[in-house]
């Protein structure tokens, strides 16, 4: 049993908590995850780490609530304890040489890029941060992620924050505008790491993507995550999660994450459908 | 006096029309009467070749001849002083390889069903013993198992009797490693699992579920918590793939993925949220029993027509026999010397068939098995929904990366001496880690060993 020290509610979609983990938090890189488990009766999802803070012992996630398992997670408050918790697992990130690097973060995808930047930005590397929201008001970790970077730029699809425009274009611009990278870490949506990978190609700017297939153990034991990398077979959660992103296979990743989605949805409905019983219960 | 029937008792099965639609377990045991009449089948007869047949040595005519005296308590008393987990082994044993292979009876007619007695024998105990197990203080050093399944329990089981203070570390969120997430329960029912962890708890062994060695905990940071010994039995690793086009459309499933959905999270349970597809027409990649396992659980969500393929003829099948032949009875179509080659999908990605060649056998080949070539021009297509990998495993790269200072071989396995020591004097090892896929007696067989000497280095 995993205790839960810290909850912060980001915006109507995401939240962030601080888990009592001191074996995990000795141990987490950037880059690297962890499989949760809600209840007896829940599946185990993994999630990206997004801090860690090793003298607390806790690790921090932050999660959409898109599924049945976040939202059973989202009914957990500070105080009440997480069934199952293991990590750190996957590989941690590799930047060996990067002295430039531009991290890019679509969504709830920022959380899991604000760790990359983090160590990067404190190991003296020069860091821009390119995040990319549908809204302002989904717009999450601004004054966190301002701390680790040199730049940080603020996309949103519909202009609300009055920077109108995907990732992509604000990458294309500073590419235009003289600026070089020789790192590029692109962490969100599937649609949004294969539109960044494409650019990157383009200009010869090597990018690491992390991967979030669907996960049993996590463990290397049932391959459910497996990925095609450069035309080889790879296993997400024990190869990965991060891959380069030039020789990922992403509209195959594309459909296979689509494997549960009528499943995924009547447990959702029938999940919001006992929550209505119990409200018209009292 | 012995009976000179050269029949065994046959044991109950639940219909087979009734059980390919539940998770029930599908052999039903002895009763105390036929359990008697079969134990009055054994000779007794001096030369015990039956006890050489068994990896962990069970004393098979002694307890046999209790059984025949209705002592059953006697019997499990002398299973258990060398074997912890008859329920188990009486259960999944291949015992027509291993004792039943080298009885006597067995030269002329049936040989004695030893591994039905042995489960009798641990059932009726279950069943009519108050729980024996009490805690043994712990009075000797401390020593971490890694991994829960049947070594890792074996191991823990005979160093605590003997009052080592031993804890298990479990990268899942439960106990008993294959036991738990990949044999079905109607093979080997989850209660007699969970019943014999519950013991091995009582006696005093702690289990550490959500701890992976070499990402939450490394060798020597165990090493540093105390443990003066550390066993490892982590258990085989990544499933193999064919490297075939297609293994990543949707409804490809390794069989470690579909059985560990079913047997480890309840897919099939309406009231667990574990995703599973739910196929009609399946094929299921493979000629052992990880296969049959796989094949019989399809049936049991439901699929209208479950194809076994598998690239050899019958007679080079590795799965056991009964297995094969309750896996016919339960409907299961099987093809033989047919390779798969293709598997095709529609626009949405999902699988829709799977084409395949028709094979023949050569002469054997240095495995000794018949070599299976393909027949040019044979091709055909088998509409399926879901197709299943069980075509065995490779080693864990987690495990091989984080015990870079224990000698692995070349494929890294990990090497052990015949005491079960790694290159590493405080590490040892054993079952599928070492071995590669193999069975479960060997592998507490292997536990055992490692127990035994793990003891007598400490005592130097």
Known sequence: ?282 | MSDITNKRVKMDELDPNERNKTFEEVATGYSEEQAISEAKRCLNCKTKPCINGCPVSVRIPEFINCVSKGDFRKAYEIITSTNSFPAICGRVCPQENQCESRCVRGKKGEPIAIGRLERFVADWHRKNEEYKTTKIEPCKNKIAVVGSGPSGLACANELAKNGYDVTIYEALHKAGGVLSYGIPGFRLPKSVVEYEITNLINLGVKIENNVVLGKTISIDELLELGYSYIYLSTGAGLPRFMGIQGEKLLGVYSANEFLTRINLMNAQLDNYDTPIIKPKNVAVIGGGNVAMDAARCAKRLMAENVYVLYRRSKNEMPARLEEIFHAEEEGIEFKFLVNPIRILGDEDGKVKSIECVRMKLSEPDESGRKKPIEQEGSNFFIDVDCVIMAIGTLPNPVIIDSISDVKKDKRGYILVDQNQKTSNDFVYAGGDAVTGAATVILAMAAGKNAAKYIIKNDKK
């Open chain 1, 1 to 282: 049993m995993f205790l839960i020290v810290e909850k912060k509610r980001l915006n109507e979609v995401s939240t962030k908590m601080k888990i009592k983990a001191p074996m995990i938090a000795k141990k987490a890189k950037a880059g690297q995850f962890i499989i949760l488990r809600v209840n007896e009766y829940g599946e185990r999802i993994p999630l990206t780490i997004s801090d860690c803070d090793k003298d607390e012992g806790t690790v921090t996630i932050v999660y959409q609530r898109i599924g049945k398992t976040t939202m059973l997670l989202d009914e957990l408050n500070k105080g009440d304890y997480i069934l199952d918790f293991v990590g750190p697992l996957g590989k941690p990130t590799l930047t060996d040489g990067a002295e430039k690097v531009v991290i890019i973060g679509g969504g709830v995808g920022c959380a899991i890029a604000f760790p990359q930047a983090k160590q990067l930005y404190r190991a003296g590397k020069k860091v821009d941060i390119i995040a990319g929201f549908r809204n302002k008001d989904l717009i999450i970790l601004e004054d966190e992620m301002k701390k680790v970077c040199d730049n940080l730029f603020i996309m949103t699809d519909d202009g609300s924050n009055g920077n109108k425009g995907f990732v992509t274009n604000c990458l294309e611009n500073q590419i235009k505008n003289g600026y070089t990278y020789d790192l590029a870490i692109a962490i969100g949506p599937l649609a949004m790491m294969k539109a960044v990978c494409e650019l990157t190609k383009e200009h010869n700017i090597k990018t690491i993507v992390s991967m979030n297939p669907i996960m049993i153990d996590g463990t290397g034991m049932c391959g459910c995550c497996r990925v095609t990398v450069n035309g080889e077979t790879k296993f997400a959660c024990v190869d990965g999660p991060d891959f380069d992103g030039h020789k990922v296979d992403f509209d195959e990743t594309m459909k296979r994450i689509k494997m549960y989605e009528e499943v995924e949805r009547k447990k959702i409905r029938d999940y919001n459908c006992n929550l209505m019983k119990g409200v018209s219960d009292v």
